[in-house]
T-cell receptor
Framework: ETGVTQSPTHLIKTRGQQVTLRCSSQ?????VSWYQQALGQGPQFIFQ???????GRGNFPPRFSGLQFPNYSSELNVNALELDDSALYLC??????????????FGPGTRLTVL | DQQVKQNSPSLSVQEGRISILNCDYT??????FLWYKKYPAEGPTFLIS?????DKNEDGRFTVFLNKSAKHLSLHIVPSQPGDSAVYFC?????????????FGKGTLLTVNP
């Protein structure tokens, strides 16, 4: 069984650029959640996708957007990058949504540095 | 405003002894709590969880205690092993079980010395 994978592992961007991060969910999982983990902080919920629809969003501006594809893989897009967007971006997959869903399984993350 | 707080950034214990990691929360709507463990260069790994209708859940060496009136939970690891050295995150969910939006604490770095 393949776990959650994320790409790229690291990347460096400059302020104002756009970035796309990718996540492949664990086999059989239909829900993907994205989290941002700044240095010294815990992961912070960005949004969740369930069966290709956004299913809840945290306190992040609209320049953070996402997609989920029919194979349940997902993308996180960030426009107009700011220095504070530098963080580890974690993707987590699970089965179902809400009560009755199982625990979230996390990928290793993408380390984004904005200069 | 941090809704989940882990006030100890680090904890050091001797191998074989008990490790106790603490977590406090402020949102009374949280009804499901989880502990995750994170090694460097890896994503968080689920460890153990507890629903708000329980006050204790045990899984092998790991036990989580929940005190709803104090809005406090703790993770006990007995006996501690060097492989337990990692960052431990407390997380909570509101009305969505384990699968919905998780609110995390800042984490506690546990070091188990041989």
């Amino acid at each position: 069984e393949t776990g959650v994978t994320q790409s790229p592992t690291h990347l460096i961007k400059t302020r104002g650029q756009q970035v796309t991060l990718r996540c492949s969910s664990q086999s059989g999982h239909n829900t993907v959640s994205w989290y941002q983990q700044a240095l010294g902080q815990g992961p912070q919920f960005i949004f969740q996708y369930y069966r290709e629809e956004e299913n809840g969003r945290g306190n992040f501006p609209p320049r953070f957007s996402g997609l989920q594809f029919p194979n349940y893989s997902s993308e996180l897009n960030v426009n107009a990058l700011e220095l504070d967007d530098s963080a580890l971006y974690l993707c987590a997959s699970s089965v179902g949504s809400g009560l009755g869903g199982n625990e979230q399984f996390f990928g290793p993350g993408t380390r984004l540095t904005v200069l | 405003d941090q809704q989940v707080k882990q006030n100890s950034p680090s904890l050091s214990v001797q191998e074989g002894r008990i490790s106790i990691l603490n977590c406090d929360y402020t949102n009374s709507m949280f009804d499901y709590f989880l502990w995750y463990k994170k090694y460097p260069a890896e994503g968080p790994t689920f460890l153990i969880s507890i629903s708000s209708i329980k006050d204790k859940n045990e899984d092998g060496r790991f036990t989580v205690f929940l005190n709803k009136s104090a809005k406090h939970l703790s993770l006990h690891i007995v006996p501690s092993q060097p492989g337990d050295s990692a960052v431990y995150f407390c997380a909570a969910s509101e009305g969505g079980g384990s699968n919905y939006k998780l609110t995390f604490g800042k984490g506690t770095l546990l070091t188990v010395n041989p």
